[in-house]
C-alpha cells in the first residue's frame, strides 16, 4: 500500500499527521509512506507550489493523502505560484475528475448546525462534484474593452464524454437511492448539454430515481429541506459552492472528508487523493487546536475506494463517532480536545 502523503500548510501537517498515526494503527499490509512538500511551503522550499518530485511521488503511489494548502504570505504572488494551484495542478495531472463530497450530522451534533436539529438530523447527503472540467480550467484571461476598462473573462465548458464519465460515477455512488443533477439550464448552453447527457446516462440506471434542479434552487433546498436529498450530482465551479453550503449546514467543516477520484486502476481500486474540506486555517495553525477528524476520516475513505479495505474503514468511521458520542469534541465543535488528544481518542476507539 504506497501512500504519498502531502502534509502541506498551517493545519496540514498537524491534522495529517493523526491520520497516518490511525493508518499506523491499523496493522495494514505492507503499508510504505513517502512523503512531500505542497502549497506554500512547496513553493518556500522549492520555488513551486507542486514541485516535480512531488507529483511524480503521487503518480507512484496508489494514493494520495493530502492535509491543506494556502497561506496568506503567498497570496500576492502571480497565480500560477499560489499554494492554490498545487491543488489545481494535482487534480489536472493526476486526472482526478471525481471528487466526494459526503455531508452528514453525526449523532449528538444536531446543535452545532445553524439548521433545527430536526433538520439538522436529516441531512446524509453525497455531492458528486466534476473536478477537471468546466469554468475552473476553461480558457481565461484579462483583456481590455473598446472604453479601455479591464475585463476579465472565463469559458465555462463541459463535453458529453466529460459529463458521461462523472454522471456514470454518481449513478453508481446512488445504487439504489435518488440521485439529483444540479445545473442551470434555464440559462446556460453548458448545463443544456450536462442535462441532456445525465439523462442519456440515466438509461443505463433505472433503478435510481433522476431528478434536476437548477443550482440556485437546490442551494435553497439543501437548506429548507435538506432530507430529499441522498446523492447529487454537478460540475465544478456548482459543487464547489453547494459543497461549502452543505458543510455549513452540518454545522463542522472540521468533519468532512473528501476523495477525489480518477480513472487509473491500482491494484486494489481505484487511484485517489483524500482531503479534509476545511483547509489551511493559517489563524490556528502550530497550535494543536486543529480537529484532525476530517483527515482521518478522509484516510477511512482512501482506504475503501483505492485499497477495497471496507472493513477498516468502517472501523475508522465507527471510532471517530464513538469518540464523538463519548464528549471528545475539538475547539471547532466547542470543545477542549486538541489534535493530539482527538488523535489519540480515535486510535483509542479503533
Ligand atoms: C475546494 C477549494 C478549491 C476549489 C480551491 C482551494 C481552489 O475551494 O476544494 O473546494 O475551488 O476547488
Ligand atoms: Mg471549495
Known amino acids: 500500500m504506497k501512500i504519498a502523503v502531502l502534509p502541506g500548510d498551517g493545519i496540514g501537517p498537524e491534522v495529517t499527521r493523526e491520520a497516518v498515526l490511525v493508518l499506523e494503527a491499523l496493522d495494514l499490509p505492507r503499508l510504505t509512506l513517502f512523503e512531500g512538500d505542497v502549497g506554500g511551503i512547496a513553493y518556500k522550499r522549492h520555488g513551486h507550489p507542486l514541485p516535480f518530485e512531488t507529483l511524480t511521488m503521487t503518480r507512484e503511489a496508489d494514493a494520495v493523502l493530502f492535509g491543506a494548502v494556502g497561506e496568506p504570505a503567498y497570496d500576492e504572488l502571480e497565480r500560477s505560484l499560489r499554494p492554490e494551484q498545487a491543488i489545481l495542478g494535482l487534480r489536472r495531472e493526476l486526472g482526478l475528475f471525481a471528487n466526494l463530497r459526503p455531508a452528514r450530522v453525526f449523532e449528538g451534533l444536531e446543535d452545532l448546525s445553524p439548521l433545527k436539529p430536526e433538520l439538522a438530523r436529516s441531512i446524509d447527503v453525497l455531492i458528486v462534484r466534476e473536478l477537471t472540467g468546466d469554468v475552473y480550467f476553461g480558457d481565461k484571461g484579462v483583456r481590455e474593452t473598446d472604453a479601455g476598462e479591464r475585463e476579465g473573462w472565463d469559458m465555462m465548458s463541459y463535453s458529453a464524454p466529460e459529463i458521461r464519465r462523472i454522471a456514470e460515477v454518481a449513478f453508481r455512488a446512488a445504487a439504489r437511492r435518488s440521485l439529483t443533477s444540479v445545473d442551470k439550464a434555464n440559462v446556460l448552453e453548458t448545463s443544456q448539454v450536462w442535462r441532456d447527457t445525465v439523462i442519456e446516462v440515466a438509461g443505463g440506471h433505472p433503478d435510481v430515481p433522476l431528478d434536476h434542479l437548477y443550482v440556485d434552487n437546490a442551494a435553497m433546498q439543501l437548506i429548507a429541506d435538506p432530507a430529499q436529498f ?16 452543505a458543510s455549513a449546514a452540518v454545522g463542522s467543516i472540521g468533519l468532512l472528508p473528501s476523495a477525489s477520484l480518477g480513472e487509473r486502476q491500482t491494484t486494489h481500486g481505484t487511484f485517489g487523493m483524500y482531503e479534509p474540506i476545511h483547509g489551511s486555517a493559517p489563524d490556528i495553525a502550530g497550535q494543536g487546536k486543529a480537529n484532525p477528524m476530517a483527515t482521518i476520516l478522509s484516510a477511512a475513505m482512501m482506504l475503501r475506494h483505492s485499497f477495497a479495505r471496507e472493513e477498516d474503514a468502517a472501523r475508522i468511521e465507527a ?6 458520542a463519548d464528549g471528545v469534541r475539538g475547539a471547532d465543535l466547542g470543545g477542549e480536545h486538541g489534535t493530539r488528544a482527538i488523535g489519540a481518542a480515535v486510535r483509542e476507539r479503533l
Open 230 to 245: 441522498d446523492v447529487i450530482l454537478t460540475g465544478n465551479l456548482f459543487g464547489d459552492i453547494l459543497s461549502d453550503l
Open 319 to 324: 471510532a471517530v463517532a464513538k469518540a464523538l
